[in-house]
């Protein structure tokens, strides 16, 4: 649901936030310069720029309406530009949810808007938040309208929207990435919200060190930060204090402040006793600081891209599954997010907490790394190179390969390497978990290429 909902709406049709709106609403940028951690978008002369610059005095716009997909984390502002596309240009202004709407709801809206637009002259924006929700059939019944302009579509998705909008919907599109917002434009924010009279107007000061916990509770999501910032003023109100302080936010975010800078050593110790409590295979260390890193803010997509190194670096080979449950991990934390993929990222760190382990897959492969960059290389043997090309059997290129099905062992002696790597070993398993087994078929495998069996 839209933080809009109990705002009144202005004369176009986009919400207008009344006094009794939410913090997060009063607080929505009423302008392209107000608008935060944008500034690769709204660049001079950028296409997100020239759409949000007012019509002339007669009206007039100095662009073409253009269609656009934001793709962006929550609380980065894809909601808000949608409405500044609309005040700016003088649209009519429609919002959808595609949580909610259906392809009845679409065909309406654009029905409508085409309507308007014959009858009037008048242009409709059409925001269609969390776009990525929409099946093939709902995005069909926008093809129409976008490619004759019937609507200017203002799509947001917090996911990829190369696998989640159709291709033909997306060409007609400009697509545009907004960033994270960094600390300093979170804490920006906040003390906007502290001074502005549409916020808090001054009635009440912060202290910093509740500013610091606030912005690193909030991470990258300002509406986020403005609903902490509002109920922590709520409970310094109640209890008649004119400042808010740490426990002010900790009571309006109902957990503790954890201490972890994540700018400073904390981070880096907390990252670093995670790492090394799963190599430990102490699995209640590593639950302990994932549960300091997601207390305190920690993004849950760089908590799963260690996972997935860790699932190799450390686990490899002595369980394969390691990895494709790490993997699945990261994408559970891409369609889910927090709170709930605390859950799959849990299941992960217990598995590769507690799975075998083995580090022979980052030596081989750093080993054979460290050879080529000394320069030992040499030609791919004649046997193994490409012979499916003009000239390459005049070449030599593939005489005397073997095809190694046709030996009922599925293995037969053969040279791979080049001949100044002639019998190196990079590959060297353990006997914990399933390379235990892996060792064993290696070692017939290594025999019988060289000819010993």
Do not use: C
């Not at 997100?48 to 269609?67: C, F, I, V, Y």
């Not at 976008?146 to 919907?169: D, G, K």
């Not at 699932?311 to 599954?321: K, L």
């Amino acid at each position: 649901m839209d933080l809009f909902t109990s705002a009144s709406t202005s004369d176009d049709g986009t919400p207008a936030a009344s006094a009794g709106a939410p913090l997060a609403v009063r607080m929505r940028p009423a302008s392209a310069d107000e608008v935060l951690g944008q500034e690769h978008l709204l660049a001079p002369g950028q296409p997100l720029r020239r759409l949000l610059e007012p019509a002339d005095a007669a009206g007039a716009r100095r662009t073409s309406p253009a269609s656009v997909v934001l793709w962006g984390p929550p609380g980065t502002g894809k909601t808000t530009i949608a409405y500044l596309v609309a005040r700016a240009s003088g649209r009519r202004f429609v919002e959808l949810s595609a949580v909610t709407a259906g392809v009845k709801d679409v065909r309406a809206v654009v029905e409508s808007a085409r309507r308007d637009l014959v009858t009037s002259g008048r242009e409709t924006v059409l925001f269609v938040d969390e776009v990525h929700r929409f099946t093939s059939t709902q995005q069909d019944a926008l093809l129409p309208a976008v490619e004759n302009r019937w609507i200017t579509l203002v799509a947001a998705t917090t996911e990829n929207p190369s696998f989640s909008v159709q291709a033909p919907l997306l060409s007609r599109s400009l697509l545009l990435t907004l960033h994270p917002l960094g600390p300093d434009d979170v804490a920006e924010v906040v003390r906007r919200a502290l001074a502005d009279e549409r916020g808090l107007d001054g009635s009440l000061t912060l202290d910093d060190d509740a500013a610091a916990v606030l912005v690193r509770l909030a991470g990258p999501d300002a509406r986020k930060a403005l609903t902490v910032l509002e109920a922590a003023a709520a409970a310094a109100e109640d209890a008649g204090d004119e400042q808010i302080t740490t426990a002010h936010v900790e009571a309006a975010v109902d957990v503790a402040a954890v201490v972890y800078d994540r700018d400073g050593d904390q981070h880096y110790d907390v990252i670093s006793a995670f790492i090394k409590s799963m190599r430990g295979s102490d699995v209640d260390a590593a639950l302990h600081y994932l549960a300091r890193m997601i207390a305190a803010g920690e993004d849950a997509r760089f908590i799963a891209r260690r996972l997935i190194v860790h699932a190799s670096e450390d686990v490899g080979m002595a369980d394969p599954t390691a990895l494709p449950t790490a993997v699945a991990a990261a994408q559970a934390v891409q369609l889910i997010g927090m709170p709930e993929a605390r859950i799959p990222l849990a299941q992960a760190v217990i598995h590769i907490a507690s799975a075998p382990k083995s580090n022979a897959a980052i030596v081989g492969i750093d080993e054979a790394l460290a050879d080529v960059r000394k320069g030992r290389s040499g030609q791919v043997p004649q046997h193994l190179r490409d012979a499916h090309y003009a000239g390459a059997e005049a070449l030599g290129h593939g005489a005397g390969y073997r095809y190694p099905h046709d030996d009922p062992r599925g293995v037969l002696r053969q040279d791979y390497l080049p001949d100044d790597l002639a019998g190196t070993t990079y590959y060297r398993p353990t006997t914990h978990g399933h390379e235990r087994e892996i060792t064993a078929r290696l070692a017939a495998v290594r025999s019988i290429q060289r000819g010993d069996r």
